[in-house]
């Protein structure tokens, strides 16, 4: 099986973070519409900023546009155990989107590690 293209991947991550939203929207919670946009807006900023990164002008430029992206993934990752501290989804909603999101952290991980090792 041939591993999935990490801009696919942030992009099917980003519909998920919709989906999750939407639901959190039908419920009558304050509490859970603001987690939920907290999170949408940082699981839908890391597909963007990857796309920004493969249109970078140089690898320092490539590099910092990932490593936004790595942030925007622990971000996610910190709103979803919020979300899930909070009581606010059931775990069991939670648990292929969390592993996702380490799956990801681990590939833009990786991406940055191997552009920072090559020589200029």
Not at 29 to 48: C, E, N, P
Request: proline share 2%; charged share 30%.
């Amino acid at each position: 099986m041939e591993p999935r293209d990490i801009h696919e991947r942030a992009m099917e991550y980003g519909l998920r973070g919709i989906k999750l939203y939407q639901y959190l929207r039908k419920q009558k919670d304050d509490v859970a519409w603001t987690l939920g946009k907290q999170y949408l807006r940082s699981a839908t900023s890391i597909g963007a900023n990857l796309a920004e990164a493969h249109a970078g002008e140089s690898r320092a430029d490539f590099v910092h546009k990932c490593a936004i992206a790595q942030k925007e993934v622990r971000e996610s990752k910190y709103w979803l155990n919020l979300m899930l501290m909070a009581k606010v989804i059931p775990e069991k909603r939670l648990q292929s989107l969390l592993r996702e999101t380490e799956e990801i952290l681990a590939v833009v991980t990786a991406i940055i590690v191997s552009a920072k090792s090559k020589k200029p």
